[in-house]
């Protein structure tokens, strides 16, 4: 059964750091991009990266571009989203997602990030 | 390219045939997903590519469409379909629609 639990969500301050982390089990994590989207309360979804296989190739809307970064470590089946400099616009439920081609095929329940002072 | 979707409030009965509608800007050439988000829940995967229906997922729902036009049909509603559905393109970029909210009438 594929699972994927992400952690490290919480209050921050603008213009903080976060760390985001996603452990995945019951699937070869190595074979799959995996994507991080996220969801602002009571708003819609956002993609907010992707990350390939070996983890050489990265992508971000420019919302979150130069600010947010995505890794992976495939011995570790785990997957991470560190974001600095932190608005307000970035508060949202972040969720952890194995993507299949283009689209998101399994998503984990999500951690929220609340950004205020 | 944007989403539209509508209506964004649906009130139906169970056992009613239900029909959400998803408009894109531009062309979307089929490669259009539908999910499904049950409240306080992770959003889960009902169809891809235009039509073809997720494993495990009920054969009540169904997708269609072509263009810029795409439908997910619900033939006879359940309970646990309460939910609020989104539309996703990942033709050109990734947008998800603002989403339709499924109610029991």
């Known amino acids: 059964e594929v699972q994927l639990v992400e952690s490290g969500g919480g209050l921050v301050q603008p213009g903080r750091s976060l760390k985001l982390s996603c452990a995945a089990s019951g699937f070869t994590f190595s074979n799959y991009y995996m994507a991080w989207v996220r969801q602002a309360p009571k708003k819609g979804l956002e993609w907010v990266a992707t990350i390939s296989t070996s983890g050489s190739r990265t992508y971000y809307p420019d919302s979150v571009k130069g600010r947010f970064t995505i890794s992976r470590d495939n011995a570790k089946s785990s997957l991470y989203l560190q974001m600095n400099s932190l608005k307000s616009e970035d508060t949202a439920t972040y969720y952890c997602?194995?993507?299949?081609?283009?689209?998101?095929?399994?998503w984990g329940p999500g951690t929220m990030v609340t950004v205020s002072s | 390219i944007q989403l539209t979707q509508s209506p964004s409030l649906l009130s139906a009965s169970v056992g009613d045939r239900v029909t959400l509608s998803c408009k894109g800007s531009?062309?979307?050439?089929?490669?259009l997903a539908w999910y499904q988000q049950k409240l306080g829940e992770a959003p889960k995967l009902l169809i891809y590519?235009?039509?073809s229906l997720q494993t495990g997922i009920p054969s009540r729902f169904s997708g269609s469409g072509s263009g810029t036009d795409y439908t997910l049909t619900i033939s006879s509603l359940q309970p646990e379909d309460v939910a609020t559905y989104f539309c996703y393109q990942y033709n050109n970029g990734d947008t998800f629609g603002a989403g339709t909210k499924l109610e029991l009438k």
């Open positions: 531009q062309n979307i050439n089929n490669y």
């Open positions: 997602a194995r993507q299949r081609g283009r689209y998101f095929d399994f």
């Open positions: 590519n235009t039509n």
